[in-house]
């Protein structure tokens, strides 16, 4: 007996496909976290940002909520890092993958505004063939010592900063 075909399931194995391409980068940036000596932290991740100056050594949390949005809902990130000698203030690491053109990158000015409104000093990791190279000057013209967006970089301009002593 022949299966009804799902034709919705396309659109869900692109989706899925989009979530497993996104992991690649979030595992290199935890390989190279774990690399540089951080701990994953376990523990009360809800409560971690809050908790962040009493954590104490170096450790990362994934998936991490850090206070609201522009919208006041909850702002999830994908690492907070904390290492109170390198990072005073903590460590926001945002990872955004577009492997294929669309229009996830229009949600670029959102994040930064997020980060922002968070004041958390932020890296937002861009990669993959299929964001706008004007979505990466965007936020590349944004970032600054300054201010809360210190960095705008792909892997490999991640992996050059972590060669020469970011994550401490």
């Known amino acids: 007996m022949a299966k009804n075909r799902n034709y919705s399931s396309e659109t869900t194995s692109s989706g899925c496909k989009a979530n497993r391409t996104g992991n690649v980068l979030e595992k290199f940036v935890e390989a190279q976290l774990k690399a540089q000596g951080y701990d994953r932290h376990w523990n009360h991740k809800n409560q971690l940002f809050g908790l962040r100056k009493a954590a104490g050594g170096k450790q990362y949390g ?13 702002r999830m990130v994908d690492f907070l890092v904390l290492n ?35 004041g958390v000093p932020t890296v937002v990791l861009i ?17 600054s010592e300054t201010s809360s967006l210190i960095g705008a970089w792909t892997m490999a301009e991640f992996q050059t900063q972590v060669n020469n002593g970011f994550l401490g």
């Open 62 to 74: 994934k998936q991490i909520i850090c206070g609201k949005t522009i919208y006041e809902t909850d």
């Open 84 to 118: 109170e000698a390198r990072f005073p203030a903590s460590l926001i690491i945002e990872c955004k993958w577009q492997q294929v053109r669309g229009s996830v990158d229009e949600k670029y000015p959102f994040l930064f505004f997020n980060i922002m409104k968070t």
């Open 127 to 143: 990669d993959g063939d299929g964001y706008r190279s004007a979505a990466l000057k965007f936020l590349k013209d944004q970032a």
